[in-house]
């Protein structure tokens, strides 16, 4: 009787071994995954691996930062996720494998930047004689300006060549006053004259241009002022209103905002146009 109860205990003793055996080896096989050593580092992670995890009783949080912090390479196939949902693997462990499957299918793609290439320019020759409509930028006046002042004109109509625009509408054309003078005693009218010198092109080059203008305010006082001392010395007794009228001044001369002229280009110029592509 004592003898077939030490057999028996042994027995036990041996069965209890035994079922140890396969839950150590899972352990050791779940540390060799979560911490790989130099040899197995460079293996990717497999279906077989997570079936690993999982029977070695893993959080699917650990289980899902390993799979995120490895290479993988995952079967995905409709048996395959069938086989891995009969293993006990849980659906948010699944979904990261077929996250990243997906990340490592996706083709890699290096992003080149683009670099905006200028428009090519062409050269093209305004020539000499060219017209152009300009008018007057601002209203001036011969009582407010001086010879040797700068005043603006802009352009009218687009200047073309060959179908290219050479100078803008709007573009600034610039004249320099020659003479300037305000209307005076004996009904004398005010002057401004001046010479035009330039029009900015597409490119900013300065075109020269030809031609200039005057303007002479109205004098016509001038001639009731002869009339009144030609009358003040045939009649001596109103020559006082005669002189009073001789003190009467003329009319200053005006340029009005707007006021149209044209122009020429003095000689020949090159412009650099760009073309659209």
Known sequence: MKNLST?????????????????????????????????????????????ALVKAALAPDVIIAKIKSSACNFETTPAALEQLKAGGVP????????AATAATAAPQTTSTPVVAQPPEARRVKLPQGTPL??????????????????????????????????VEVGATASARVVKASRGGHWGRA???????QDVTAVDGTRVPLASGGRLVGD???????TQMILTG??????????????????????????????????RDATVAVKLSR
Not at 91 to 98: E, N, Q, T
Not at 191 to 196: E, G, S
Not at 251 to 265: C, H, L, M, T, Y
């Open 133 to 166: 409509d300009v008018e007057m930028a601002y209203t001036i006046s011969s009582q407010e300006v001086r010879a040797g002042e700068l005043i603006s004109f802009r352009v009218v109509n687009p200047v073309l060549v060959d179908g290219v625009v050479v």
């Open 190 to 196: 005010g002057r401004i004259a001046w010479a035009m």
């Open 91 to 98: 659906d948010a462990v699944i979904v990261a494998m077929l």
């Open 233 to 266: 010395a045939l009649m001596p007794l109103i020559a006082p209103i005669a002189l009073l009228h001789g003190f009467k001044r003329g009319e200053n001369a005006i340029i009005p905002a707007g006021k149209r002229f044209e122009v020429s280009v003095s």
């Open 219 to 225: 004098s016509k006082g001038a001639k009731v002022a």
């Open 7 to 51: 057999s028996l205990l042994l027995s036990l003793l041996i069965a209890q071994q035994a079922s140890a055996i396969p839950s150590a080896a899972r352990a050791q096989e779940a540390a060799k995954i979560i911490q790989p050593s130099q040899e197995t580092a460079a293996r990717p992670l497999g279906n077989a691996d997570v079936l």
